[in-house]
């Protein structure tokens, strides 16, 4: 029996089991270290309970969005800046690094073997989640010589958190990750320990937290998965720069990009501290594949709470990225890849 597709006019971010996966082996003692790969029916995965990835923690993931045209074609958006942090987050976790061309080829085959659950146009994307593991069986932590790599993929409509005018913020006063850690890299464990620093912020009613940063505890570094913007009263847009704390997200670069070529603005990424954001800053938004371009209405330090206005900044970045994602404006970037019907 065929799964069934979602309804459009009521879909939400959530998980939707589709018809394929992507996968492929590698192992380091052979050359190529990587098999071709296959697309597959879906299907659990299988594991050693030994495996690596189980008792250690490596693994990475990330996270990219394919959007279907007015004319019925379907695009990836910035595969190929995806699959170099893929790269480089295995790196850091001392896997073999999937190669950078595959990876875009393999989002390119789920895709088409998921064809009928990407959303039409305007209704939705379609979410993709590739995979690394470390799945040899071992006792003892050290560098690993097998691992798989996994692609699926659901149909997603927009993140339901903040209010309709933004989203609110908690600082706390401590870092995402440790100096020197894997910050930069999108290491599966760096996600866990976050549920509970934000949770009780959330049943307070804030959406997240916003984390400084691990050696002195004054600069803003990002929330849980999203890196921040601010717009300053003297017009600059200011944006904390990549360290080993911070993400380098597809979707901020996209929105510097943006907003240097497209809107002319003065794009600095230099350290900010809290007390500067709140006080000088006059419209913040947070950036993120799964936030996309999502305005900050309020943040919260300690005793005080400061609300920013109207967000046009952010407005303009996300018809900007938005209107490349879904073909209602020109690519002048090169960033979207169409995906061939087979």
Known sequence: MARPVPDWDTLTFSFTETDALYRSEGDVSREPIWDGGAVVPWAPLSLSPAAAVLSYGLGIFEGLKAFGHEDGSVHLFRPDMNAARFARSAERLAMAPFPAAQFVEACVRLVDANRRFVPPFSRGSFYLRPMQHAVEPR???????????????????????????????????????APGGTGAAKAMGNYAGGVLVSAPWKQQGFDDVLYLDARTAEWVTETSGANLFAVMKDGRLVTPPLDDQIMPGVTRDSAIAAARRVLGLTVDERPLAVDELLDEAVEVFCTGTAWTVKSVREIAHRDRVVRFGPQDVRAQLWEIISGVQTGRRDDPFGWTREVPQS
Request: aromatic residues 6%; without cysteine.
């Open 139 to 177: 006792l003892g932590i050290g560098p690993t010589h097998r691992f798989e790599v996994t692609v699926y993929g659901s149909p997603v409509g927009a993140v339901k958190s903040g209010s309709s005018d933004g989203l609110r913020l908690r600082v706390v006063e401590q870092a995402r990750v």
